[in-house]
């Protein structure tokens, strides 16, 4: 017994671990100060309020249940599913690879028997056995690494598919960083996020099943070898240890949650910077760029250190609590039959025979401890699953928000009156998004009392009330600021409407060409198809030779022989010059054929003789044109002007001799 005891005794206690006893009183102050302090880290000020108030509530409670059950019936939505699939193999391979330590355990047990016994006949026999079982043994652990893999691929699959298909659904991307201020970092949830909520799920289920199976199995050993009262003390301790850890590891969630949301900060910060690239070069704005950098990784480095901190600090107590005193509480729960001897299990037993009994219950009550200790660390893993939780929880209730039209901003406008041009206060109008009606109707676009209102609440125009028909090509006019782009986001159904009737096509028969076009991932063909797919295109029945005739309407014949014809692949936003851009536009224009066209200063990189072609070819389609320009040559065009006076008025009139006069 001395020499088994000699074996496992630097297990319960090492010296180095003693040098680290002040971790504990580490760990206990962090703990006792974040609860004092409500968990309130202190860079908390910089973020916004709700941003607080979610990472704050993230912890192991009723609601956390809540907000995960309905994340699982997202991943798992069925009970004959691939997923439920992969869940019933890992817990058969949990269970093959139980029992496979168990009959490790008797097997070396016998082996190391048949050496002190001296028998080579029963050593070669056990020793077969063992090298039989190998390939066995370690097919399982393989296959339960891939099913657990597979697990959380799955998983992941599934709830990143859920929540694009909601993210994408008509224009949720649009408002969820235009018109709602709670999700600033939508990238960084849609990624980063998902992958480590399902990777943690997929562990934890793994980590709570082999424990509960192992310890029931060996439970049930150890009684009929020890009897109950040593099974029985470990789960008494299991349960004590267990409490104790969950109370210090609650500040974990709320902690991950916050380490996230500074992700998400840092990654916005440095997307922000590739985006404007430009404009912060000509401003030479690199010094005040690298400022935001610098304070924004310092909040996040600084709220890392203090979790590095507080994780050293668990560590300490979790290896106390869940390893060493554990393993002490099972030396004491398998010596009690043995040291006693008036036990009448010993009591006609020979002192090998002892040996070879405590041998093999010691190593399956140290399994049973590890087991335990592996259970209770599990809780470390819950509370970290609960700040997942509740990032993937404020995703999805943002979603669904703006999938209802409901908005929340940090700088709506609270002012319940307006002041008139001349300095008279005069009552607002209701500030309800979504109170006004969109009727759909084909040839027609009409204003019938529509506010123009920002999603801040801030009023452009209190009411427009106006009526263009196909066949009217409409200059838009005004200065910066004056409403001429909020009026076209209100057409495109972008903003909420506040009040009104707008009458108007369905959204699909509407075209918006912006003055810096977006060139998309993908062909040649796709630039001019965008946003239909080569499907897409055979549906509508146009073909390749269609599309060239496109491109050479705008000058643009030449890019089939320089880019290598339609299918070549190339980085266009780059590869095309501003002024290809434009023209690769209007191209894209005559494709679609709608029945309005929005061209926002579209054709300011494009000469006056193949700007006038453009436009005739558009009244040669039927495309009615809103167009947004300070060009003069622009006015031959149009027969209607829309005049902003970026003072909350505006003048809707046909375009006469005296107009084009004045315009010009």
Sequence with gaps: MPAVLSKVAPLIIQPRVLVSLSALVAGLGIYVTQRRHGNKFKDSKHLPSSAKSKSERA??????????????????????????????????????????????????TAIEGSIIGRSMESFLKNLSKFVCA???????????KYSLDELKLRFRSRLSRHFYSRYMSG?????????????????????????????TLAELYSNISKPILDITLYVYKLTGSIGAQGPMTMLAYLALSGFLLTKLRSPVGPMTAHEQHL???????????????????????????????????????????????????????????AKYLATVVGYYAVSRPFLNLSHPRHSNTTHSERMMD???????????????????????????????????????????????????????????????????VRPSIPLVPGSGEIIETDHVIRFEGVPLVTPNGDVIIRSMDFEVKGGMNVLVCGPNGCGKSSLFRVLGELWPLFGGKL??????KLFYVPQRPYMTLGTLRDQVTYPDSVDDQARRGVT?????????????????????????????????????????????LFYHEPQFAILDECTSAVSVDVEGFIYSHCRERGITLFTVSH???????????????GRGAYEFKAIDADTEEFGS
Aim: some cysteine; proline content about 2%; aromatic content about 10%.
């Design 358 to 424: 405590y041998y093999s219950s010691g190593r399956m009550l140290v399994r049973m401890a590890q087991a335990i200790g592996r259970l209770v660390l599990a809780g470390r893993e819950l509370t970290r699953l609960a700040g997942y939780t509740t990032r993937m929880s404020q995703l999805s209730v943002v979603l669904r928000d703006l999938e209802r039209g409901v908005y929340e901003r940090t700088m709506v406008a609270s002012e319940n009156q307006q002041e008139s041009d001349n300095g008279n």
């Design 171 to 199: 224009f949720t991307f649009y408002k969820m960083s235009n018109l709602d201020s709670r999700i600033s970092n939508a990238d960084q949830l849609l990624t980063q996020d998902v992958e480590k909520f399902c990777d």
């Design 134 to 144: 190998m390939p066995i043994i370690a097919l399982i652990n393989s296959l339960l």
């Design 631 to 645: 060009r003069k040559s622009l006015w031959t065009h149009h027969e209607y002007v829309l005049q902003f006076d």
């Design 263 to 321: 992700e998400g900060q840092l990654r916005f910060v440095n997307s922000r910077i590739i985006t404007n690239s430009e404009e912060i070069s000509f401003y030479q704005g690199n010094v005040r760029e690298k400022v935001t950098i610098y304070s924004t990784l310092d909040q996040l480095i600084d709220h890392l250190r203090s979790f590095v901190l507080f994780r050293f600090s668990m560590g300490f107590i979790d290896s106390m609590v």
């Design 503 to 508: 009458v108007k096509p369905h959204r699909s």
């Design 59 to 108: 912890a192991v409670d009723a609601k956390f249940i809540s907000q995960l059950l309905r994340l699982i019936k997202i991943i798992i939505p069925g009970p004959f599913t691939p997923e439920v699939g992969y869940l019933l193999m890992i817990a058969v391979m949990l269970v093959s690879r139980t029992y496979a330590d168990v009959w490790m355990i008797q097997n070396g």
């Design 544 to 588: 390749d030779q269609a599309l060239e005739d496109f491109l050479a309407k705008v000058q643009l014949s030449y890019l089939l022989e320089r880019e290598g014809g339609w299918d070549s692949v190339q980085d266009w936003m780059d590869v095309l010059s501003g002024g290809e851009k434009q023209r690769m536009a209007m191209a894209r």
